[in-house]
């Protein structure tokens, strides 16, 4: 199983940025995928999850300007990031999850600054 993250970058306060995790070895539409992000000092943290049966979450502080879809042709997980605040610097990580199992993908740099 592999998960190869990208679509990090510099940009800002207001821009928008894709991130994607593209997979190989498992087909993403039957399992929990979810972004997390570790901001430098700062514990990783969960930022939106899809569940296999389509149920999405996110956290709060990203309600209404991130995304998360799952585009099954392609195998890929993105994260659609609208209305970018320096608060969203961060590495963000794609995960993986089907019953105990779990993989991670090695992280994207997301950075926010004018």
């Known amino acids: 199983v592999q998960l190869q993250a990208s679509g990090g970058g510099l940009v800002q306060p207001g821009g928008s940025l894709r991130l994607s995790c593209a997979a190989s070895?498992?087909?993403?539409?039957?399992?929990?995928m979810a972004w997390y992000r570790q901001a430098p000092g700062k514990q990783r943290e969960l930022v939106a999850s899809?569940?296999?049966?389509?149920?999405?979450t996110y956290v709060d502080s990203v309600k209404g300007r991130f995304t998360i879809s799952i585009d099954n042709a392609r195998n890929t997980l993105y994260l659609q990031m609208n209305s970018l605040k320096p608060e969203d610097t961060a590495v963000y990580y794609c995960?993986?999850?089907?019953?105990?199992?779990?993989?991670w993908g090695q992280g994207t740099l997301v950075t926010v600054s004018s």
């Open positions: 995960k993986a999850v089907w019953g105990t199992v779990s993989s």
């Open positions: 899809i569940a296999a049966g389509g149920h999405l």
């Open positions: 070895g498992i087909r993403l539409g039957t399992k929990n």
